[in-house]
């Protein structure tokens, strides 16, 4: 089963093509990423309207890339994906509409998938993982523990009240003074200074939910940084060790709390699951690593051009639910918020009705 995935949702324009084969093995064909990311470096963050225009101009041009790169033609594929939400809107559009019309005119089945989704699913790309999982999400946009517990069942055990985690890094960042995106600069920064000479709060800390708090520890840190202006490297350098070790304090104490609700609902993970762009940092990779040993389990940290977005996971998941023979019409909509959780919701409203028959 091959499928062309394409991903729109934030800076990104991506495309890319993966086989599935009847034992739900994995190979990606290809995967092409083109990133936004000097478009919006001089406003320091995404700027959504600039972001839909670069999907516009590129999109075609890396589809196209992505088509010939796996050796393959348009009636050669046997369905397409896109991303059909979270996001911002105006990339959604440019992304499903793009996808709707290939899937037209080629009379394909198109399948709307969900970016969290295809986040979840990627570790059965590359590693095979067998259901249940417990996964943990950090990007700029989401930090969520979630249990993977079947296509489309998700059941969110953990959340962030405020900010996102890598948003965390990349407001630390530009506080500071350093570029964007700000996780690897705040981790670069890191590597020199002494996490122990601030001492920031552990939001959450200790607590029996899975849920995150971020937006506190990032005003101790401005509060920190204000108190001793001007700031010469070194302090620079101190602040980002300790903004990262408080939160790499964090997620350990909050996963801690996640694992402990999944094996109470559904017994031992498979697999401890990284995913998203703050699993490139290596602290806390580590600390996930200790986490799934602690826990009798196995870490499975997809490669970092998996971990960030791109359009393998996208047609991934797009194989596995088009395997299971869930396809969408061309009248889906996209999404600019999308819940994980709903699309287990619509799936036990299915599975009633049909029931009911
Ligand atoms: O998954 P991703 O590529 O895009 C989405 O947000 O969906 O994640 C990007 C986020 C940014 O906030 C970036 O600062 C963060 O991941 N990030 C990191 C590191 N590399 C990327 N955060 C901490 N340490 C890193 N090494
Ligand atoms: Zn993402």
């Given at each position: ?187 670069r920064e890191a590597l020199r200074g002494n996490p122990a000479r601030f001492a920031l709060p552990r939001p959450m800390q ?12 990032k005003t101790a840190l401005r509060l920190e940084a204000e108190k001793i202006a001007p700031l010469s490297d070194q302090d ?122």
């Open positions: 089963m091959i499928v062309l995935g394409i991903e729109t949702t934030c800076d990104e324009t991506a495309a890319a093509v993966v086989e599935r084969s009847e034992d739900g093995r994995g190979k990606i064909l290809s995967n092409i990423i083109l990133s936004q990311v000097n478009e919006h470096a001089a406003f320091g963050g995404v700027v959504p309207e600039i972001a839909a225009r670069a999907h516009v101009e590129a999109l075609d041009l890396i589809i196209g890339r992505a088509m010939r790169e796996a050796g393959q033609d348009f009636d050669d594929l046997d369905g397409i994906a896109a991303a059909a939400g979270p996001g911002l809107i105006g990339g959604v559009i440019v992304g499903l509409t793009t996808a709707k019309a290939i899937a037209m005119v080629k009379r394909k089945p198109l399948i709307a998938i969900n970016h969290l989704e295809a986040h979840a699913l990627t570790a059965r790309l590359t590693d095979a993982t067998p259901f249940p999982y417990c996964l943990f999400l950090a990007s700029g946009g989401h930090t969520q523990i979630v249990a993977v517990r079947g296509i489309g069942d998700y059941v969110r055990l953990g959340t962030t009240m405020d900010d996102a985690i890598g948003e965390a890094f990349d407001k630390t960042a530009k506080l500071l003074g350093l570029g964007y995106p700000g996780g690897p600069q705040v981790e200790g607590r029996k939910d899975a849920d995150f708090s971020l937006s506190g520890l620079v350098a101190d602040l980002c060790a300790s903004f990262q070790q408080a939160v790499v304090d964090v997620v350990l104490d909050r996963l801690r709390a996640g694992l402990r609700l999944f094996r109470a609902r559904y017994g031992a993970p498979t697999a401890l699951v990284a995913a998203g762009g703050v699993a490139a940092n290596l602290a806390i990779r580590k600390v996930l690593h200790r986490l799934a040993f602690e826990v009798g389990s196995v870490l499975v940290a997809p490669p970092l051009e998996l971990c960030t977005d791109n359009g393998a996971m996208i047609a991934w998941a797009g194989a596995e639910r088009l395997a299971l023979g869930m396809t969408d019409t061309l009248d889906v909509a996209p999404r600019a918020r999308w819940p994980l959780d709903e699309i287990a919701a619509a799936k036990g409203k299915l599975q009633r009705t049909a029931a009911y028959k």
